[in-house]
């Protein structure tokens, strides 16, 4: 009787299949893409040309504006803004340093930050740029 299967084995087996095409086509394609977005959000690249739009569209704000962005829970960075550069320092796994032009002139130091507030208001007639980085 060899090669014969019985139904235990036929449902076992056809079980088996459905399980693994399940994880094939339904679970590690989204593993795949949660992870591409946490490293895609969290690189250097993305988190200055981020900064330096967010700050730019800051100043196209009439009177005042706060905006709040967290690029990602797990990652730090250091900030440096000078000379209307914004430079970024990932000490995440995914090391690197970017940079992009603002077109305002705050200017700082931020280090080991993920957490940033960025604010423009109006005092006695002057535009205020205020960008507050903090650990979350």
Do not use: C
Not at 19 to 39: D, T, Y
Not at 84 to 96: A, F, H, N
């Amino acid at each position: 009787m060899k090669g014969i299967a019985t139904v235990p084995d036929v449902l076992t087996m056809i079980i088996l299949t459905a399980f693994f095409l399940f994880m094939v086509f339904i679970v590690l394609p989204e593993f795949a893409s949660n992870m591409f977005k946490n490293f895609s959000y969290a690189s250097p690249e993305t988190v200055s040309r981020e900064l330096s739009s967010f700050i730019t569209l800051s100043a196209a704000a009439p009177e005042k504006i706060k905006i709040y962005y967290n690029p990602s829970e797990s990652v730090l960075y250091n900030i440096i803004i000078e000379e209307r550069i914004l430079k970024v320092q990932s000490l995440g796994k995914e090391k690197g340093i970017a940079s992009a032009k603002i077109s305002v002139d705050p200017s700082g130091h931020y280090e080991s930050v993920n957490d940033f507030v960025i604010e423009k208001y109006r005092e006695n007639g002057k535009n205020i740029y205020n960008l507050e980085a903090n650990e979350k």
